[in-house]
Protein backbone atom coordinates (compact mmCIF):
# COMPACT_ATOMS: atom_id res chain seq x y z
CA UNK A 1 0.00 0.00 0.00
CA UNK A 2 1.10 3.40 -1.27
CA UNK A 3 -0.40 6.40 1.28
CA UNK A 4 0.62 9.95 0.62
CA UNK A 5 0.38 11.56 3.60
CA UNK A 6 0.80 15.41 2.24
CA UNK A 7 -1.48 16.73 0.07
CA UNK A 8 -3.23 19.84 -0.45
CA UNK A 9 -6.53 20.06 -2.89
CA UNK A 10 -9.51 22.89 -2.50
CA UNK A 11 -13.16 23.15 -3.24
CA UNK A 12 -14.03 23.75 -6.79
CA UNK A 13 -15.10 26.95 -6.48
CA UNK A 14 -12.35 28.35 -4.97
CA UNK A 15 -9.66 26.39 -7.07
CA UNK A 16 -8.76 28.95 -9.35
CA UNK A 17 -7.91 31.63 -7.04
CA UNK A 18 -6.41 28.87 -4.50
CA UNK A 19 -3.84 28.26 -8.06
CA UNK A 20 -3.32 31.66 -8.61
CA UNK A 21 -2.01 32.57 -4.60
CA UNK A 22 0.02 29.94 -4.37
CA UNK A 23 1.37 30.92 -7.89
CA UNK A 24 1.91 34.32 -6.16
CA UNK A 25 3.53 32.62 -2.92
CA UNK A 26 5.65 30.15 -4.26
CA UNK A 27 6.75 31.63 -7.97
CA UNK A 28 6.04 28.06 -9.81
CA UNK A 29 2.99 26.53 -11.16
CA UNK A 30 0.98 23.53 -9.55
CA UNK A 31 2.17 20.23 -11.28
CA UNK A 32 -1.25 18.44 -11.31
CA UNK A 33 -4.75 20.22 -10.58
CA UNK A 34 -5.86 21.21 -7.09
CA UNK A 35 -9.41 19.42 -7.11
CA UNK A 36 -10.48 16.41 -5.61
CA UNK A 37 -11.37 14.76 -8.52
CA UNK A 38 -7.90 16.18 -10.13
CA UNK A 39 -5.70 14.28 -7.15
CA UNK A 40 -8.11 11.45 -7.32
CA UNK A 41 -7.28 11.07 -11.18
CA UNK A 42 -3.98 11.34 -10.33
CA UNK A 43 -3.25 8.91 -7.45
CA UNK A 44 -5.24 6.35 -10.63
CA UNK A 45 -2.21 7.61 -12.72
CA UNK A 46 0.23 6.94 -10.29
CA UNK A 47 -0.05 3.87 -8.33
CA UNK A 48 -1.29 5.56 -5.17
CA UNK A 49 -3.63 4.08 -2.35
CA UNK A 50 -4.54 6.86 -0.45
CA UNK A 51 -3.93 10.63 0.34
CA UNK A 52 -4.09 12.33 3.49
CA UNK A 53 -5.53 15.97 2.41
CA UNK A 54 -3.97 18.73 4.65
CA UNK A 55 -6.15 21.79 4.96
CA UNK A 56 -4.94 25.32 6.67
CA UNK A 57 -7.18 28.07 7.64
CA UNK A 58 -5.63 31.30 7.81
CA UNK A 59 -8.54 33.20 10.02
CA UNK A 60 -9.92 31.64 12.77
CA UNK A 61 -13.14 31.60 11.29
CA UNK A 62 -12.21 29.69 8.44
CA UNK A 63 -12.00 26.38 10.43
CA UNK A 64 -15.24 25.20 11.05
CA UNK A 65 -16.20 25.47 7.47
CA UNK A 66 -12.60 23.88 6.59
CA UNK A 67 -13.55 20.94 8.84
CA UNK A 68 -16.98 20.79 7.32
CA UNK A 69 -15.42 20.78 4.13
CA UNK A 70 -12.72 17.89 4.54
CA UNK A 71 -16.12 15.48 6.44
CA UNK A 72 -18.15 15.94 3.22
CA UNK A 73 -14.89 15.02 1.25
CA UNK A 74 -14.29 11.82 3.58
CA UNK A 75 -17.98 11.08 2.74
CA UNK A 76 -17.62 11.27 -0.77
CA UNK A 77 -14.31 9.65 -1.58
CA UNK A 78 -12.98 6.06 0.99
CA UNK A 79 -9.57 6.65 -0.76
CA UNK A 80 -8.81 10.43 1.21
CA UNK A 81 -7.84 10.57 4.46
CA UNK A 82 -8.38 13.72 6.06
CA UNK A 83 -6.66 15.90 8.78
CA UNK A 84 -8.50 18.96 10.43
CA UNK A 85 -8.05 22.56 10.41
CA UNK A 86 -6.74 24.34 13.62
CA UNK A 87 -6.11 27.92 14.55
CA UNK A 88 -4.24 29.32 17.33
CA UNK A 89 -7.05 31.80 17.41
CA UNK A 90 -9.81 29.25 17.53
CA UNK A 91 -11.87 29.32 20.84
CA UNK A 92 -13.55 26.02 20.96
CA UNK A 93 -10.85 24.00 20.06
CA UNK A 94 -12.02 20.80 22.14
CA UNK A 95 -15.47 20.84 21.05
CA UNK A 96 -14.29 20.97 17.25
CA UNK A 97 -11.60 18.32 18.41
CA UNK A 98 -14.53 16.03 19.58
CA UNK A 99 -16.65 16.74 16.38
CA UNK A 100 -13.72 15.98 14.09
CA UNK A 101 -12.51 12.72 16.30
CA UNK A 102 -15.96 11.29 16.43
CA UNK A 103 -16.00 11.65 12.81
CA UNK A 104 -12.81 9.70 12.63
CA UNK A 105 -10.21 11.95 11.71
CA UNK A 106 -7.15 11.62 14.05
CA UNK A 107 -5.20 14.59 13.31
CA UNK A 108 -5.11 18.32 12.50
CA UNK A 109 -2.69 20.83 10.78
CA UNK A 110 -1.44 23.85 11.71
CA UNK A 111 1.41 26.20 10.01
CA UNK A 112 3.98 28.43 11.78
CA UNK A 113 3.96 30.56 8.71
CA UNK A 114 0.70 31.04 7.47
CA UNK A 115 -0.84 31.42 11.07
CA UNK A 116 2.42 33.63 12.45
CA UNK A 117 2.79 31.52 15.54
CA UNK A 118 6.24 29.93 16.77
CA UNK A 119 5.47 26.02 18.21
CA UNK A 120 6.95 27.01 21.41
CA UNK A 121 5.03 30.28 21.96
CA UNK A 122 2.77 29.99 25.09
CA UNK A 123 -0.46 30.78 23.44
CA UNK A 124 -0.13 27.99 21.70
CA UNK A 125 0.59 25.69 25.06
CA UNK A 126 -3.91 25.39 25.21
CA UNK A 127 -4.01 23.92 21.84
CA UNK A 128 -1.20 21.59 22.62
CA UNK A 129 -2.73 20.35 25.96
CA UNK A 130 -6.24 19.32 24.11
CA UNK A 131 -4.52 17.52 21.26
CA UNK A 132 -2.73 15.44 24.16
CA UNK A 133 -6.58 15.05 25.76
CA UNK A 134 -8.12 13.94 22.07
CA UNK A 135 -5.16 12.27 21.38
CA UNK A 136 -4.44 13.87 17.72
CA UNK A 137 -1.21 14.25 15.79
CA UNK A 138 -0.01 18.05 15.83
CA UNK A 139 0.83 18.19 11.74
CA UNK A 140 3.20 21.04 11.12
CA UNK A 141 4.46 23.01 8.22
CA UNK A 142 8.67 23.16 9.06
CA UNK A 143 10.63 24.92 8.36
CA UNK A 144 10.65 27.64 5.10
CA UNK A 145 9.72 27.25 2.03
CA UNK A 146 8.38 30.23 0.59
CA UNK A 147 10.44 33.10 -1.10
CA UNK A 148 8.00 35.95 0.55
CA UNK A 149 9.00 34.46 4.00
CA UNK A 150 10.65 37.29 5.70
CA UNK A 151 11.75 34.64 9.21
CA UNK A 152 11.39 31.33 9.82
CA UNK A 153 8.73 30.64 13.17
CA UNK A 154 9.01 26.68 12.53
CA UNK A 155 12.54 26.15 13.21
CA UNK A 156 13.63 22.72 15.22
CA UNK A 157 15.00 25.14 17.32
CA UNK A 158 11.69 25.67 18.49
CA UNK A 159 10.33 22.13 17.54
CA UNK A 160 12.84 20.51 20.22
CA UNK A 161 11.40 22.53 22.76
CA UNK A 162 7.76 21.58 21.87
CA UNK A 163 8.95 18.26 22.23
CA UNK A 164 10.87 18.84 25.84
CA UNK A 165 7.56 20.74 27.27
CA UNK A 166 4.85 18.20 25.28
CA UNK A 167 6.26 14.84 25.69
CA UNK A 168 2.99 12.96 25.39
CA UNK A 169 1.54 15.01 22.13
CA UNK A 170 1.81 13.12 18.84
CA UNK A 171 3.90 15.26 16.37
CA UNK A 172 4.85 14.93 12.84
CA UNK A 173 7.11 17.82 11.35
CA UNK A 174 6.72 18.10 7.53
CA UNK A 175 9.50 18.57 4.77
CA UNK A 176 12.08 15.97 6.63
CA UNK A 177 11.51 18.30 10.24
CA UNK A 178 12.14 21.20 8.77
CA UNK A 179 12.32 22.94 5.13
CA UNK A 180 15.52 24.15 4.21
CA UNK A 181 16.69 23.71 7.84
CA UNK A 182 18.12 20.26 7.56
CA UNK A 183 21.55 21.13 9.98
CA UNK A 184 19.16 22.66 12.41
CA UNK A 185 16.79 19.10 12.27
CA UNK A 186 19.86 16.99 12.51
CA UNK A 187 21.36 19.23 15.90
CA UNK A 188 18.25 19.12 17.44
CA UNK A 189 15.21 16.85 16.17
CA UNK A 190 16.95 13.20 14.71
CA UNK A 191 16.34 10.44 16.60
CA UNK A 192 13.95 11.98 18.96
CA UNK A 193 10.23 10.96 18.89
CA UNK A 194 8.73 13.05 16.27
CA UNK A 195 7.37 11.89 12.98
CA UNK A 196 8.82 13.71 9.30
CA UNK A 197 7.27 13.43 5.47
CA UNK A 198 9.58 13.22 2.54
CA UNK A 199 7.50 15.71 1.16
CA UNK A 200 9.49 18.49 -0.78
CA UNK A 201 12.94 16.85 -0.08
CA UNK A 202 13.98 15.36 -3.04
CA UNK A 203 16.11 17.20 -5.55
CA UNK A 204 14.61 18.81 -8.41
CA UNK A 205 16.08 19.54 -11.72
CA UNK A 206 17.63 22.56 -10.47
CA UNK A 207 19.14 20.64 -7.31
CA UNK A 208 18.94 23.93 -5.08
CA UNK A 209 17.78 23.72 -1.43
CA UNK A 210 16.88 20.27 -1.33
CA UNK A 211 18.30 17.05 0.39
CA UNK A 212 20.59 14.74 -1.70
CA UNK A 213 19.80 11.32 -1.69
CA UNK A 214 22.61 10.18 0.39
CA UNK A 215 21.84 12.76 3.21
CA UNK A 216 17.80 11.68 2.70
CA UNK A 217 19.58 7.74 3.70
CA UNK A 218 21.85 8.86 6.54
CA UNK A 219 18.94 10.96 7.97
CA UNK A 220 16.20 8.18 7.94
CA UNK A 221 18.96 5.90 9.17
CA UNK A 222 19.45 7.91 12.34
CA UNK A 223 16.34 9.12 13.11
CA UNK A 224 14.77 5.39 12.12
CA UNK A 225 12.67 4.71 9.36
CA UNK A 226 9.67 3.15 11.37
CA UNK A 227 9.08 7.46 12.06
CA UNK A 228 9.32 9.02 8.63
CA UNK A 229 6.39 9.04 6.29
CA UNK A 230 5.48 9.31 2.42
CA UNK A 231 4.32 12.61 1.85
CA UNK A 232 5.15 14.54 -1.72
CA UNK A 233 3.20 17.92 -1.32
CA UNK A 234 0.90 17.44 -3.84
CA UNK A 235 0.45 19.78 -6.36
CA UNK A 236 3.45 21.31 -6.31
CA UNK A 237 5.11 17.68 -7.39
CA UNK A 238 3.92 14.67 -8.93
CA UNK A 239 3.10 11.44 -6.80
CA UNK A 240 4.87 8.65 -9.78
CA UNK A 241 7.89 10.74 -9.18
CA UNK A 242 8.36 10.92 -5.57
CA UNK A 243 8.02 7.35 -5.53
CA UNK A 244 10.52 6.78 -7.90
CA UNK A 245 12.62 9.05 -6.02
CA UNK A 246 11.85 6.97 -2.79
CA UNK A 247 12.19 3.47 -4.41
CA UNK A 248 15.58 4.60 -5.82
CA UNK A 249 17.25 5.52 -2.12
CA UNK A 250 19.87 3.35 -1.10
CA UNK A 251 17.67 1.93 1.72
CA UNK A 252 16.46 -1.87 2.17
CA UNK A 253 12.97 -2.62 0.95
CA UNK A 254 11.56 -2.84 4.39
CA UNK A 255 12.25 0.30 5.15
CA UNK A 256 11.16 1.79 2.13
CA UNK A 257 7.85 -0.71 2.21
CA UNK A 258 7.72 1.00 5.94
CA UNK A 259 7.97 5.03 4.93
CA UNK A 260 6.06 3.99 1.22
CA UNK A 261 2.54 3.03 3.53
CA UNK A 262 3.13 1.20 6.63
CA UNK A 263 3.80 3.75 8.63
CA UNK A 264 1.17 6.10 7.76
CA UNK A 265 -1.87 3.04 7.80
CA UNK A 266 -0.54 2.51 11.36
CA UNK A 267 -0.71 6.05 12.30
CA UNK A 268 -4.33 7.08 10.32
CA UNK A 269 -5.62 3.27 11.88
CA UNK A 270 -5.58 1.64 8.37
Known sequence: MIIDCHTHIFPSRIAQKAVHDLMHLYGSPPVAGVTAASLSEHM????????????????????????????????DCERFIGLGAMHPDFENVGDELERLKKAGIRGVKIHPEFQFFYPDEERMFRLYEAFIEHDMLAFFHAGGGGTWLKEIHGTPERF????????????????????????????HLLGR????????IFKSDDGTKYLSDADIV????????????????YPFRRQDVEIANLIGLDLDDPDKRAILGENAA???GI
Not at 51 to 74: G, K, Y
Not at 193 to 200: E, G, N
Open 193 to 200: DILFDTAY
Open 160 to 187: EAVLDSFPKMKVLAAHFGGYDCWDGVEK
Open 44 to 75: DQCGVDRSVILPVATTSDQVRSINTWILSLLN
Open 218 to 233: RMVEAHGSEKVLFGTD
Open 266 to 268: RMF
